[in-house]
């Protein structure tokens, strides 16, 4: 068997990328270190090295190769998206008070909800001092517009959670925050930093937001269709939890009545009981809708490659295309 | 009676600045709204007519003013400044788990925990952004620092909170990071944005270090000695909540074995009884650390109004004077 063959996308990127990737991550590891609290290194190398697959900062890695770029701040970049995304987690797991993050217990059951949510600042500020010793004020704007729209993603998101009026536009709203927002401004500064001509850096940024986009409309599907061993989340968990997400909205559009006093009882009213779960997935198999959310996700990521056609040819171009597949791929 | 002469401090520096605090306030609601998420502004409008003083904000005026700044980002850095100091509020009410703030219920007992983190995020974001529109790197630069010591000191203040070796020195490094790092970043940047010469920039600095410190030692006195119709404060709340400050510690460094076992079992184990209150205040007395505390923060607030001295005179040199005097007046 070849084993190019076989090697992931994002597993190509990590072996392209492998020299950037270890100076990022001791960059990551220096800049949690903290004299006074040692609390901080504890919480978050627990994330850290939770096997995540670092693809947020090999994004802006990628991007900055890709545009030629010569420096060292995109390894400071890399890590300031790293660190936002890790503080992110961390006040997401207090805010879904959340058990299981990739098949592991979260911080705030280890440690508490302060941990969660004072680390989670400590790293936000750390973000921020290394994305202001680039020196560049347009970075530093992307990444502010970044962190508002994350956190407009979130507080709308549980605002809109248990709503049924929730459309797909607002859907897409949240998902941008909570995702494409950080996939988007990785890629984006990657090209800026490098200097890259103003529609490269467009187009790197239109990829990172589809990319985004299919990769959250992935996981909200596979939440339905999914194997716990490999997700690490057991299926119906954002049903259980009252989450509209894709699958759901598209059934309640086209909800009898009857439907929709089921959906109103179980995810607004959260009164839920046994069998409710494989009702509501019934009603996605009669409105087919795991399938259009599929066929969705496809169209993001096919978006998301057209985007890369405004760059020049290149060994990394080429994976990232793969990677838009490959986000999708785990999909039926 | 002379108004002029009753009027605090605070209240001339709020005249005199009025017109600028005016156009904070109006930036600070302009801000803090968000289309998508109404709970936003719900959330913070609760803190930000709470009844604050506007204090930090006002240090960020006061400076830039005093070293005759004629453009308007120093608006933009007001609005950051109680930005950041409101998103910190929101955090401490989900990490004390605390139910009253300034009298008034706090944001996560009248919503929930959720939004107080998140509306916090929203609201660092926001400030993010408003510090970027200065153009500033070196804005960027006081602003993130200080960020990274407020919440490495809001960690180790979670650590060494019951830790009965706590020495005045991580004390000093906890309040630094909790409320100092704020009020020095508050005077420093009004002083940068307005290119004042560096030797002002670092009293400017040197005020708000000290002027912060000696804030939070007459706070941390006054829960001892206070009134709560006043301070909206119970006396004691931070011995029954468990946190070491300046009178206590003062008092551990002096016990006799007995007087440790009682610390050990009321503060580091949290066992209390009725009585205990009144105990720790006998033991406070008898080594006379209220006393000493309020000495610290009188040494403070002297140290603050020497840093002034290397700025020219000003009417509002004098009201800075002033409000160090004020903040230990409340003393007794």
Not at 21 to 36: C, F, G, P, Q, T
Not at 74 to 100: C, G, M, P, Y
Not at 162 to 176: A, F, N, S
Not at 310 to 325: F, G, Q, S, V, Y
Request: charge should be negative; glycine fraction near 6%; include cysteine.
């Amino acid at each position: 068997m070849n084993q190019v063959m076989t090697q992931k996308p994002h597993e190509m990127l990590a072996a392209t990328l492998a020299e950037e990737l270890d100076a990022v991550n001791l960059l990551i590891r220096e800049r949690m270190a903290s004299k006074h609290a040692p609390r901080i290194p504890e919480v978050t190398a627990h994330l850290v090295e939770a096997g995540g697959k670092r693809l947020r900062p090999m994004l802006t890695l990628a991007a900055a190769r890709m545009c030629g770029y010569e420096g060292d701040h995109h390894l400071k970049l890399a890590a300031t998206v790293e660190f936002i995304h890790t503080a992110t987690l961390l006040h997401d797991d207090v805010v879904d008070e959340s058990a299981q993050r990739r098949g592991r217990p979260t911080a705030n059951l280890l440690w508490d909800n302060k941990s969660s949510v004072l680390v989670g600042d400590y790293l936000f500020a750390r973000s921020f001092q290394l994305m202001v010793d680039t020196g560049s004020l347009r970075v530093l704007d992307i990444l502010a517009n970044a962190s508002a729209t994350i956190a407009e993603g979130e507080v709308l998101q549980m605002t809109a959670a248990t709503d049924l009026g929730t459309t797909e536009d607002i859907y897409l709203q949240v998902v941008r925050g909570k995702t494409a927002a950080l996939f988007s401004a990785a890629t984006e500064v990657g090209g800026v930093i490098a200097g890259a001509p103003e529609p490269q850096v467009q187009a790197l940024f239109d990829y990172g937001d589809a990319l985004g986009i299919a990769f959250q409309i992935a996981d909200d599907l596979l939440d339905y269709q999914g194997d716990a061993a490999k997700t690490g989340k057991n299926v119906g968990d954002d049903f259980r939890e009252r989450k509209l997400t894709l699958p759901v909205i598209k059934a309640i559009a086209q909800a009898t009545d009857e439907e929709r006093a089921f959906w109103e009882r179980t995810i607004a009213k959260g009164r839920q009981q046994d069998g409710d779960l494989e009702h509501a997935l019934e009603l996605m198999a009669k409105y087919a809708t795991l399938e259009a959310t599929r066929v969705d996700a496809v169209a993001w990521a096919e978006k998301a490659k057209t985007a890369l056609t405004a760059l020049p040819e290149h060994p990394i171009r080429t994976m990232l295309i793969d990677l838009a597949d490959y986000v999708v791929s785990r999909l039926h």
